[in-house]
């Protein structure tokens, strides 16, 4: 599996509170992504970069904000959780040279 | 925007049996990804098309891109229990197409 590692991998918090995910990469590839998985919907794109200091919004990024000050390092913040955030949210990085897409584990996100 | 359609979206087969599901895009596509997600998993890449009418197989996986590159289908021949998962097709889409727009995947499951 690429370098690519997800925390926390499991979290449970309130409505109301911020929550940030991490994802890590030890790859150096350019781009990388956010996605959220939920039953019916498949996999959606929350926003993605494409270098440091470089992101872009997705398919369904309101209510979401990422910062990327390092190249192995995508952070991905729930400014104030809401119910509708629940969900299972993959990072993904892609090699620069190849349109394939690694998928790290997931952290499982669960907002009361 | 891009829509990538699949079907269908459960199949269950008795083991040794063939599955097949098929995925279509609302546009033209560049390429064609499919993945494999086992449950509690991860998405994991299994193979690009690129060529118009391009046939691949992998094992008992086989994967076609159609003629006019806007439908892909994976077929596995004799399923085991070891094939069960959701498989998930994939476009990209966007300037430099950087985003990967997903299917809503089909879930097989392998009665034993």
């Known amino acids: 599996d690429a370098g690519i590692t997800q925390s926390p991998r499991h979290k449970v918090t309130e409505t109301g509170t911020p929550v940030t995910l991490r994802c890590h990469q030890t790859?150096?590839?350019?781009?990388m992504y956010w996605y959220r998985q939920d039953p019916g919907h498949g996999l959606r794109l929350i926003h993605y970069s494409y270098g440091v200091k470089d992101t872009d919004k997705g398919e369904v990024s309101d209510g979401y904000s990422v910062s990327r000050s390092k190249t192995e390092d995508f952070l991905l913040t729930l400014e104030s959780a809401t119910s509708s955030q629940t969900s299972v949210y993959f990072c993904?990085?892609?090699?620069?040279?190849?349109?394939?897409?690694?998928f790290g584990p997931g952290t499982r996100l669960t907002v009361l | 925007g891009q829509q990538v359609m699949q079907i269908p979206q459960y199949q269950h087969v008795q083991e040794g049996e063939d599955f097949t599901t098929y995925c279509n895009s609302s546009t033209t596509l560049s390429n064609i990804q499919w993945y494999k997600q086992r449950p509690g998993g991860h998405p994991v890449f299994l193979i690009q098309?690129?060529?118009s009418g391009e046939v691949k197989k992998q094992k008992r996986l086989t994967f076609q891109f159609g003629e006019a590159k806007k439908n892909s289908s994976l077929h596995i021949t004799a399923t085991q229990t070891t094939d069960v998962g959701t498989y998930f097709c994939a476009g990209p889409w966007g300037a430099g197409s950087y985003q990967l727009t997903f299917g809503k995947g089909t879930k097989l499951s392998v009665i034993p």
């Open positions: 993904a990085i892609r090699p620069d040279t190849y349109n394939e897409q690694f």
């Open positions: 790859e150096n590839h350019r781009y």
């Open positions: 098309l690129v060529k």
